[in-house]
């Protein structure tokens, strides 16, 4: 089924450094979300985008809607320890009823 | 708390049992999902209700049904559980069914099956 692909899979950076993340797919994207997600509990909505071009801000954290709306890029400011988790992109193809699709994930650990 | 509630956190269980799963939203949603995440953490969605009615519902077998008696309450019965069932099983809820509203998850049910 659909799948959206998100790099790198996995990041191991040190506390201050700045982080970038994306996602891609094969198909348009009318609506792209980012959700992180710490042990043991459920994603949490960091940023919602709704419009192709669209850049969005929520402190540290920025995320941008791809021009080409088959991609979404997020990228976290001055890391600290509490950015770790994993970081999942997800979309809507249609504006209206269709599913939310996942990506694939990227895990994220910050060294003090 | 305003959340998306789910019970119980953890279930362990043996081959061929049925178990249940609940799942409350307090936030006035019209819709609410169960998402199956696998062991590489990949979120696939099982079920959707708007409403109370079935809107999507994905290739799950059929020995997953969902209920939702009320729009604030959708569970997930299991009949004949196998091992690959093992996984944790997130529900959520959104506004509606629009694009715009993003989803709310719970914080997850482990089903272990043995």
């Known amino acids: 089924g659909q799948q959206l692909n998100q790099s790198p899979q996995s990041m191991f950076i040190q506390e201050g450094e700045d982080v970038s993340m994306n996602c891609t797919s094969s198909?348009?994207?009318?609506?792209w979300l980012w959700y992180k997600q710490d042990p043991g509990e459920g994603p949490v909505l960091l940023i919602a985008?709704?419009?192709?071009?669209e850049l969005t801000s929520n402190g540290r954290l920025t995320a941008q809607f791809g021009i080409t709306r088959k991609d979404s890029f997020l990228n976290i400011s001055a890391s600290i320890p509490s950015d770790v988790g994993i970081y999942f992109c997800?979309?809507?193809?249609?504006?209206?009823?269709?599913?939310?699709?996942f990506g694939t994930g990227t895990r994220l650990q910050v060294f003090p | 708390d305003t959340a998306v509630s789910q019970t119980p956190k953890y279930l362990v269980t043996q081959m061929g049992n049925d178990k249940s799963i609940k799942c409350e939203q307090n936030?006035?949603?019209?819709?609410m999902y169960w998402y199956k995440q696998d062991s590489k953490k990949f979120l696939k969605i099982m079920f959707s209700?708007?409403?109370?009615?079935?809107?999507i519902n994905e290739t799950v077998p059929n020995r997953f049904s969902p209920k939702s008696p009320d729009k604030a309450h959708l569970n997930l019965h299991i009949n004949s559980l196998e091992l690959g069932d093992s996984a944790v099983y997130f529900c959520?809820?959104?506004?509606?069914?629009?694009?715009?509203?993003?989803?709310?998850f719970g914080n997850g049910t482990r089903l272990t099956v043995t």
């Open positions: 209700y708007n409403n109370k009615e079935l809107i």
């Open positions: 959520a809820s959104s506004q509606d069914w629009s694009a715009l509203s993003p989803l709310h």
């Open positions: 985008l709704y419009k192709a071009g």
């Open positions: 936030l006035g949603h019209d819709t």
């Open positions: 997800a979309g809507r193809r249609s504006y209206n009823t269709d599913k939310l699709i």
């Open positions: 198909s348009i994207f009318n609506t």
